[in-house]
Each structure stands twice: as structure tokens, then as C-alpha cells.
């Protein structure tokens, strides 16, 4: 099982960024996904989770309106469009998910692309 995040960059404050998560080892098409954010030396923050077809997506409050998680089954590959990106969004960003069973779950997480907001 490996996730692997891409797309982080340095932007401008209002500027945009389009994160990419790159799914191997387990059926992509059948497990939700999840995005989070870290800041240094805090615990991960929940930004978004999107269900296995992709019909639906939940926001943190902190990103609705500026955020679009999208994935695209047929490649594995889950995005997270940012849009009218603010200084407070500077942080590591990294996509996750849950194998296993409600007794014995198995998370997974990428090891994150960094975003940096600044003028």
C-alpha cells in the first residue's frame, strides 16, 4: 500500500495549487478518501474526505468555497484543487485512508508535499 502526494509549491496569497495523490497496493475505486494538513508540530487537521465514487465530499469549514477534492478511479489518483489560497494554509499536506475493519483498522498516509503561502 503507498500513497504518494505531489503538487505543493510555494504560491502568493490568493493564488491556486492543484495537489495530486497517486494510489497503489489496494482497490482505490472502493475506499473514501481523505485529505489532512499538518503544521509544524501540531496534529494532522482534517481538510476533506470523499467517498469511493466521488459523488460526495465533506469539507472542514476552514477550506469550503476554496477547496475541490476530485478523484479519478480509472487512475488511482485523488486531487484536492486549492483556490484563493490565504497564509494560514501554509502546511504539509497529506492524503490518507482507512483498510482493515472497524475492529482492526489500518490507516495509511502519503508522507505529504508541502504548500507554502506567501507574498
Known amino acids: 500500500v503507498q500513497l504518494v502526494e505531489s503538487g505543493g509549491g510555494t504560491v502568493q496569497p490568493g493564488g491556486s495549487l492543484k495537489l495530486s495523490c497517486e494510489a497503489y497496493g489496494f482497490p482505490f475505486s472502493e475506499i473514501s478518501m481523505t485529505w489532512l494538513r499538518q503544521f509544524p508540530g501540531k496534529a494532522p487537521d482534517w481538510v476533506a474526505n470523499i467517498d469511493p465514487e466521488g459523488d460526495s465530499v465533506v469539507y472542514a469549514d476552514f477550506v469550503k468555497g476554496r477547496f475541490v477534492a476530485t478523484r479519478d478511479n480509472a487512475k488511482a489518483i485523488l486531487y484536492l484543487q486549492m483556490h484563493n489560497l490565504k497564509p494560514e494554509d501554509t502546511a504539509s499536506y497529506f492524503c490518507?485512508?482507512?483498510?482493515?475493519?472497524?475492529?482492526?483498522?489500518?490507516?495509511?498516509r502519503g508522507r505529504g508535499t508541502q504548500v507554502t503561502v506567501s507574498s
Open positions: 490518507a485512508m482507512t483498510l482493515g475493519t472497524k475492529d482492526a483498522p489500518e490507516d495509511h
